[in-house]
């Protein structure tokens, strides 16, 4: 194979921009051959590629290689366990399903392909691992310069939207089209990130609000405190009715700190490196009131923001012809849907979360959100929303 044959399911606005880039010829060795959609209007666009209404038809049609799934939320996992199943390789889009237990279904489907073709892809659209100043970060966290993480925050509210893009697909912002709000469509990303660099947390507490600032079902706001096996805590913070918002991440560890700020004026990574190890100073130093000193490290960082959504399919295609180590394997994202999940329940029934979680429960809690959801969507334009084949 010296070119990828891919498809495309959903071709609403995101998978038209992925779809674009693709015709333009920004993904080397990749060509679009066929899309998907339930809506033959968003089909027009593309007069040159084979056209299907179903899914599976696509899949099994043969003119594929490989598919990209940019679907709502639930059919991510579904359409997902159908393409590898059928020995495709795989991208989808953030969050790689609703649910932990959704999730788990959907990488079993990959191991399982995987033993019958140990060279199949199978990739999450986390763009945001292309990013210079989180690759930097994960870096020097790895490398240990930081030492032992001891606290962590992101508070990540620049995520403002509107009642009108609220209005603008029926899916959105209900129990039954998107699974959440905020915690499973703007901030997938900031999740991933957080457990990239800090790793995974072992409890979770969380408050919020439903519907706080908008006319909506789900969460618009959530504020979580994490805690890690060794001790150390985080807290996440996001909302889509805050404004002006702010992106600011700041992780700290014996070592130091590091911060990174993020704002229309631009981006500043900052690291604050200790002389002297805290915990060491802490325990050594005959000062009651002294502290380590400090260098001011300057990072330099060149490359804007990466290639994000370009970055993440030459990866891919890469991964497909060449072996390429993949930057997103899907797999790892049940960590952000996990997290997720147990941010949700908490700050619902008002308790704290253990991980791993019991994802059965979760699931059992949202299909009672659906079943017993009364919300009222106003939309501004007919949309077809079909979830015959989602598990909720």
């Not at 990130?193 to 947390?201: A, E, I, R, S």
Request: aromatic content about 8%; proline content about 4%; hydrophobic content about 35%.
């Amino acid at each position: 194979m010296d070119k990828v044959r891919l498809g495309i399911i959903g071709v609403g606005g995101m998978g038209t921009s992925h779809a674009k880039q693709v015709m333009d010829g920004q993904v080397p060795r990749c060509e679009l051959v066929a899309v998907c959609d339930i809506d033959p209007e968003r089909m027009k666009g593309f007069p040159k590629q084979k056209q299907f209404s179903d899914s599976a038809e696509l899949i099994r049609s043969g003119e594929v290689d490989a598919v990209l799934i940019a679907t709502p939320h639930y059919d991510h996992t579904t359409i997902g366990i159908d393409a590898l199943n059928c020995g495709l390789h795989t991208l989808v889009e953030k969050p790689i399903s609703v649910t932990v237990a959704d999730a788990k279904r959907l990488i079993a489907a990959y191991k399982k392909a995987q033993k019958k073709n140990p060279d199949i892809r199978f990739c999450a659209m986390f763009n945001q691992r292309t990013d210079p100043y989180y690759i930097k970060m994960h870096e020097l966290i790895n490398k240990g310069e930081l030492g032992e993480i001891r606290r962590s925050n992101w508070i990540i509210t620049n995520w403002f939207r509107t009642e009108a893009y609220y209005r603008s697909g029926g899916w959105r912002a209900t129990w039954a089209g998107e699974g959440g709000g905020v915690l499973v469509n703007q901030c997938p990303h900031n999740i991933d990130l957080y457990q990239w660099l800090c790793g995974m947390p072992c409890a979770i507490t969380a408050i919020g609000g439903l519907g706080k600032y908008h006319d909506i079902e789900v969460e618009d706001d959530c504020s979580a405190l994490f805690e890690y096996p060794n001790g150390a805590t985080g807290a996440f913070f996001t909302s889509t009715g805050e404004a002006p918002g702010t992106n600011r991440l700041e992780i700290c560890g014996d070592r130091g700190k590091l911060v990174l700020e993020i704002s229309r004026g631009g981006r500043k990574l900052e690291f604050v490196r200790n002389e002297v190890p805290a915990n060491i100073y802490l325990k050594e130093s005959s000062s009651g009131f002294g502290a380590p000193p400090v260098w001011n490290v300057d990072i330099p960082i060149s490359g804007g923001a990466g290639e994000q959504h370009l970055g993440i399919k030459k990866n891919f295609v890469a991964a497909i012809l060449d072996g390429a180590k993949l930057i997103a394997p899907a797999e790892e994202g049940i960590r952000a849907v996990e997290i997720a999940n147990a941010m949700q329940y908490s700050m619902q029934i008002g308790k704290r979360i253990e991980l791993p979680m019991d994802d059965k429960a979760y699931q059992a809690h949202l299909k009672k959100l659906i079943a017993n959801s009364t919300h009222k969507k106003k939309t501004d334009k007919k949309v077809n929303l079909d979830l015959s084949n989602s598990v909720v």
